[in-house]
């Protein structure tokens, strides 16, 4: 499965995956159909699944314009999004399975940032390889998505789910916000030597206009402040141990930030 990350809007991504063996392709989180489309004749490849996250206009804002030219292909997106996702087809809720170029992805609910959320999961195809984890507005590179609909209640056990994964898994979040996030993350955990040599190369990468995703999750669980609930240095500023109340208490410092 070929990963194709399509810049689109201010600064989201939507992901192309292309199956090499049989010229089909699947998306998701199509913000914008155009973009998309372009890709799918370069790469003459036959559009069979959009895989969206949530239903932010965003995230689902081209899935009209693609079923138009694509009218076969299904439409994924959680249970609790129902009446939200144009063209949705498909109700997914944890665990469940979708399979797309002979891979399959797990499906796991991570609400907070809004309440339907969910990401999709592919666990590596070979033993050297890495897991694919498609994760929306949930987890980004160095921060998460902001509490719409959720709570840190709702939101830390989700990151949760999505830190358990294995270190070698390649995070594609939706939009290219690493900088300013470890920008922030940089100011409330001084300390940390990964966090900081992080940021030098995001600055360089963003000063030559390139991108920071994926990013790798060994490095989310060491330099994201947003997976960090269980760092002293953070459980210090925080005023507590208990994962909630850190999560919560830094996802307010960043809101304020
Ligand atoms: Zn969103
Ligand atoms: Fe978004």
């Not at 292909?73 to 469940?96: E, F």
């Not at 399959?104 to 339907?116: C, D, E, K, S, Y």
Request: charged share 20%; proline share 7%; with cysteine.
């Amino acid at each position: 499965m070929e990963i194709h990350r399509l810049p689109a809007r201010s600064d989201n991504y939507i992901f192309v995956l292309r199956d090499p063996n049989s010229a089909t392709a699947a998306v998701v989180d199509p913000a914008d159909a155009p973009p998309v489309l372009n890709k799918l004749r370069e790469l003459n490849a036959q559009l069979v699944a959009i895989f969206n996250t949530h239903h932010h206009n965003d995230h689902v804002g081209g899935n009209r314009a693609l079923l138009k030219q694509f009218p076969s292909a299904q439409v994924y997106g959680s249970k609790q999004d129902d009446g939200r996702i144009p063209g949705q087809q498909h109700y997914l809720k944890d665990g469940d399975k979708v399979t797309f170029a002979n891979r399959t992805a797990q499906v796991l609910f991570v609400p907070g940032h809004t309440r339907g959320h969910i990401a999709y999961y592919f666990a590596p195809s070979a033993a050297n390889e890495p897991g694919e984890l498609f994760c929306g507005d949930a987890l980004f590179a160095g921060g998460c998505g902001r509490l719409f609909e959720g709570t840190p209640a709702q939101m830390q056990p989700s990151l949760a789910k999505l830190r358990s994964l294995p270190d070698n898994t390649r995070v594609w979040c939706a939009h290219e916000y690493t900088l300013s996030n470890l920008k922030f993350a940089a100011s409330i955990d001084q300390g940390n030597d990964a966090l900081r040599s992080r940021l030098t190369q995001v600055i360089q990468q963003r000063n030559q206009n390139q991108p920071t995703i994926p990013s790798l999750l060994k490095e989310e669980k060491s330099t994201n402040p947003f997976l960090r609930w269980d760092t002293p240095s953070l459980q210090t500023l925080a005023k507590s141990q208990d994962p909630i109340t850190v999560f919560g208490h830094i996802r307010a410092m960043k809101d304020r930030a």
